[in-house]
C-alpha cells in the first residue's frame, strides 16, 4: 500500500501505522479513508496529501 504525504505539514500517512489517535486501525489504505479524515498534524483535508514516489 502506498504512502501519502500531506503537503502542507509533511506528514506521512503510512498505510501498516494507521492513525491511531484517530481511529484509524493499520492496514488502511488511503484511498479507504473516511472522507473526513484530516491530518492529524495540521488538520490539513484528504485532497493536500499526494502519493508518496
Known amino acids: 500500500m502506498d504512502k501519502y504525504v ?3 505539514c509533511g506528514y506521512v500517512y503510512d498505510p501498516a501505522n494507521g492513525d491511531p489517535d484517530g481511529g484509524i486501525e493499520p492496514g488502511i489504505a488511503f484511498e479507504d479513508l473516511p472522507d473526513d479524515w484530516t ?6 483535508s484528504k485532497d493536500e496529501f499526494e502519493k508518496e514516489e
Open 6 to 8: 500531506c503537503q502542507v
Open 39 to 44: 491530518c492529524p498534524v495540521c488538520g490539513a
